[in-house]
């Protein structure tokens, strides 16, 4: 069974800084791509942030250069450095991560997700 448990949310002023973490542990054989969604409450789950195996990168077209996405493989980790926070960016962030727990076996997983609110 693998698990993604996420850390780091909390409450940060505007122009404020958050990192947060999503360690994944289990039977894990392979972790492909990892990622960071939000949703905000009455909107749709977004993309925020993606990293490939090779560590290649994507963004929404929101973030402009405030975030950044990396991991640890070695920790099974992935880390989202989130810096000039905005109230629009308060929502729930939650981990992803596509994993094989054998040569055979892949599938997407999620984090319980994790509140952050940027507000004064």
């Known amino acids: 069974q693998v698990q993604l448990v996420e850390s780091g949310g909390g409450l940060v002023l505007p122009g404020g800084s958050l990192r947060l973490s999503c360690a994944a542990s289990?039977?894990?054989?392979?972790?492909?791509?990892m990622g960071w969604y939000r949703q905000a409450p009455g909107k749709q789950r977004e993309v925020v942030a993606v990293?490939?195996?090779?560590?290649?990168?994507n963004y929404g077209d929101f973030v402009k250069g405030r975030f950044t996405i990396s991991r640890d493989n070695a920790k099974n980790t992935v880390y989202l450095q989130m810096n000039s926070l905005k109230p629009e960016d308060t929502a729930v962030y939650y981990c992803?991560?596509?994993?094989?727990?054998?040569?055979?076996?892949?599938?997407?997983?999620w984090g319980q997700g994790t509140q952050v609110t940027v507000s004064s």
């Open positions: 992803n991560a596509v994993i094989s727990t054998s040569p055979i076996a892949t599938q997407w997983y």
């Open positions: 990293i490939s195996s090779g560590e290649v990168t």
């Open positions: 289990g039977t894990i054989f392979r972790i492909s791509a």
